[in-house]
């Protein structure tokens, strides 16, 4: 194919766009945010803070530490973004008064929606909810930790823990120590929900969990193939990359069912004159499959490499194991059964491949819209597959980069917080302990609601995140929280989970200092493996009663344990917790002299730019991926009447562009044309084929509940899909389950809207 043909698809066949969608994504409406929370009141606590030597709270792609608040790690300056000031902009609103939960009762507080919750303020008292009670109430720091030894002193396998990626590395690594030290392997953890099939999927084939490729090796790539992912809204750090590669002659070929603005089009305010207003050109190509159908689509570029002479046969042969069965899938797949399953044409797969194929080094990334599929883990190794076939692992500017969401998820990993604790850490926890680790399979997030659910659970620690609004089936949910005896939430702001995710006996609220506060030193680690040093800072809630995160886990872990295995009141002090990282996790030594170097690092053995693989041959074992079987319940399924006026649809959760995981920012979406949260994204076609309109109520129903008055709206989605926007839609529907790894599919929900 001549390089004229690879652009066979000037714009997304769905490209439908609806009115209020803007041109470009990003853009002057970027620096309109920034003008105006930068020059308000606030404006100088914002500066303080965007100025501060510690990694930013948004995403695993953000910027600070040693190097500067506005800098990454190759020293690049003007690396903030939005996200970043709406994150920021959330903590340094004054505390929520007390008053307010003594005056407003718990079901006062269950009617408000997740963006008023967060503009309550910050969290500035201790707070407990007692048995029988309908009003938080405050509680002494004393009371705190006499309710919660006694609560972690009920047998192991019914004591756990939920975490998300706001808190530091220390702060994990205590948890961890903490939980195994009392014999529980129960570290649910928010990466559970999402890039779960990445590390497992990548451990099989690679020996490791983690993107193997850095920023410097990104930059070095011309070629990026970006599916499931939407940095626009949620990484755009990300996005200036992808700029700087198609103005470098490179490629980026989008996978999407939805066209995403941002991803066709993008101004960034780091590029003020060729960027920000006229925007630059992202995709090179947009391919948009079926929900669900990822296998096939790559199966079929793998087909299409072979059938070009692009296949990197010599390269199969010397540095992987499984290769051949996975060449001969690709070869003996017809070409009708992968265009059917994925919903994308022949001429389209191979102009994928035909940009793979004649690129020097490619970087495949991807996010949940690969992850949080039912064949999810089949999903990363048919991408991993495709990396291999053409060479593109184990050389510069080429790899495999899962594109991580919260800042930290990926420390918390390191650090040990989870059900899959690699071999290695464990022998280093052992020799600590002087014991063998606690055998017994631990609870991941969704099996930890379902054991919760079942009674198996009296006590539960939350190190921030939002359990309850994370997970799917929110009743559910919430009838599994309210079987726990106890529940302790450490959080710096209020979220939905501390009034719906109600214990049976005492919830408590923990108010902590986030990471510009802390008092000491902290890490975190960004999606690519790098380690960022966060200085000291201090609160602006003079008035309020805080604790660090680290404080709270060494005071309880002392009166739990008392000094086994270590001095736990002496790690209070961070630098003595880095210490023991250097010590127990693999690829953290520099961690030892951080304190006195202030050298942020690269972990070791996880950036892979040669073919030789931390696995016990050295090479990469490739693995088929089996073809999806798609289907959706017919229309009776849904216990309606025959006559009913509708249609069923294959629907993706996902998050608005003012939104952070949970925290919702804004009400609308401005990128879609969504003007707010009680809306379904859908194809014109399928709307007017079941005899519904644009902007008009609908309901739709899951297979375990149903919304109302849901406006529908317009967009550039392939037909039979839709997309709802999460946490709200999850009360909706019970997911399907990836087994190898326990993550929810939220990317492909079956769901009837009708009149």
């Known amino acids: 194919m001549d390089s004229t043909q690879q652009n066979v698809q000037p714009v997304p066949p769905f490209n439908n766009r609806n009115e209020e969608t803007p041109a470009i994504g990003g853009g002057l409406p970027v620096i309109e945010y920034w003008a105006e929370h930068t020059l308000s009141a606030e404006g100088p606590k914002l500066w303080k803070t965007l100025l501060h030597k510690s990694a930013c709270l948004s995403c695993s792609w953000g910027t600070g530490g040693q190097k500067g608040g506005f800098t990454n790690e190759e020293g690049e300056k003007l690396q903030r973004c939005m996200k970043s000031v709406e994150a920021i902009s959330a903590e340094i609103k004054p505390s929520v008064p007390m008053q307010v939960f003594e005056q407003r009762s718990v079901d006062q507080l269950q009617r408000l929606t997740s963006m ?124 200036n990359e992808l700029i700087k590669l198609r103005d470098r002659g490179g490629k980026v070929i989008v996978i999407n069912p939805i066209m995403e603005i941002g991803l066709v089009k993008f101004g960034s305010p780091a590029f003020p004159v060729k960027s920000l207003i006229p925007g630059s050109e992202i995709a090179s190509l947009y391919l948009q499959p079926i929900p669900g159908s990822d296998t096939a689509l790559f199966v079929g570029i793998q087909k299409s490499l072979i059938e070009q002479g692009f296949a990197q046969e010599n390269y199969l042969r ?45 970087v495949f990334g991807w996010a949940m819209g690969i992850t949080q599929q039912k064949n999810s883990v089949d999903n990363v190794y048919s991408i991993a597959n495709t990396a291999l076939l053409s060479g593109n692992v184990g050389k510069e500017g080429a790899g495999v980069m899962p594109v991580r969401g919260h800042s930290n998820v990926q420390g918390f990993g390191s650090m040990g917080v989870t059900v899959d604790l690699k071999k290695e850490i464990q022998q280093t926890l052992e020799a600590l302990l002087g014991r063998s680790l606690s055998a017994v399979k631990g609870y991941d997030t969704r099996s930890l609601i379902e054991a919760a659910d079942a009674g198996k659970v009296d006590t539960l620690i939350c190190l921030g995140g939002n359990l309850y609004g994370a997970n799917p089936d929110s009743t559910q949910a919430r009838r599994a929280l309210g079987n726990i005896e106890t529940i302790i939430y450490v959080a710096t702001k209020p979220n939905l989970g501390h009034f719906h995710g109600l214990a049976k006996v005492n919830t408590i609220v923990i108010p902590v200092l986030n990471r510009f506060e802390n008092p000491h030193k902290t890490t975190v680690e960004s999606g690519n493996n790098f380690v960022r040093f966060n200085d000291p800072g201090e609160t602006h809630l003079t008035d309020a009663d805080l604790i660090p995160e680290v404080m709270f886990l060494t005071e309880l872990a002392h009166r739990i344990h008392g000094t086994y295995p270590v001095d736990w009141r002496r790690l209070q002090d961070t630098k003595y917790v880095r210490q023991l990282i250097a010590q127990t996790i693999p690829g953290f030594e520099k961690m030892a002299a951080i304190d006195e170097t202030n050298e942020e690092f690269t972990i070791g053995g996880r950036i892979i730019t040669e073919p030789h693989f931390p696995t016990p041959s050295g090479k990469a074992t490739m693995f088929t991926t089996p073809l999806p079987i798609l289907s959706l319940p017919e229309l009776k399924d849904f216990g309606v009447p025959e006559s009913t006026q509708g249609i069923v649809l294959a629907l993706m959760t996902g998050r608005s562009y003012s939104q952070h995981n949970t925290v919702v920012y804004k009400i609308d979406d401005k990128y879609r044309g969504m003007p707010h949260r009680n809306c379904i994204l859908m194809n014109r076609t399928d709307a007017e084929q ?66």
Request: negative net charge.
């Open 116 to 239: 008023e919750a967060d503009q309550l303020g910050r969290l500035g008292y201790p707070m407990i909810l007692r048995e029988k009670t309908s009003y938080y109430e405050r509680i002494s720091w004393e009371e705190i930790y006499q309710i919660a030894e006694a609560a972690f002193r009920k047998s192991p396998e019914r004591v756990a823990s939920y975490s998300s990626g706001r808190s530091s590395n220390e702060a994990a690594f205590l948890l961890q120590l903490m939980m195994r030290t009392l014999g529980s392997n129960n570290l649910a953890d928010c990466s559970d929900l999402c890039h779960a099939p990445s590390t497992t999927g990548l451990n099989k084939m690679f020996g490791t969990r983690t993107s193997i490729v850095s920023l410097e090796n990104l930059k070095k790539a011309d070629c990026v193939v970006l599916a499931g992912s939407n940095p626009s809204y949620n990484q755009p750090r990300l996005m």
């Open 690 to 755: 079941a005899g519904l309109h644009a902007h008009q109520r609908v309901t739709v129903q899951g297979n375990v509940g149903k919304l109302e008055q849901v406006e529908v709206i317009y967009g550039s989605i392939r037909q039979g899909s839709a997309l709802m926007f999460y946490p709200e839609v999850n009360v909706i529907f019970h997911p399907e389950i990836e087994t190898r790894s326990g993550t929810p599919a939220y990317k492909r929900v079956p769901v009837l809207v009708h009149a």
């Open 318 to 362: 010397n540095h992987t194991e499984g290769w051949e069965a996975v060449v001969e899938q690709a070869r003996s797949t017809p070409w009708e059964t992968i265009t059917e399953t994925c919903g994308v044409s022949q001429l389209e797969i191979e102009a994928a491949a035909t940009i793979i194929g004649t690129s020097k080094g490619v």
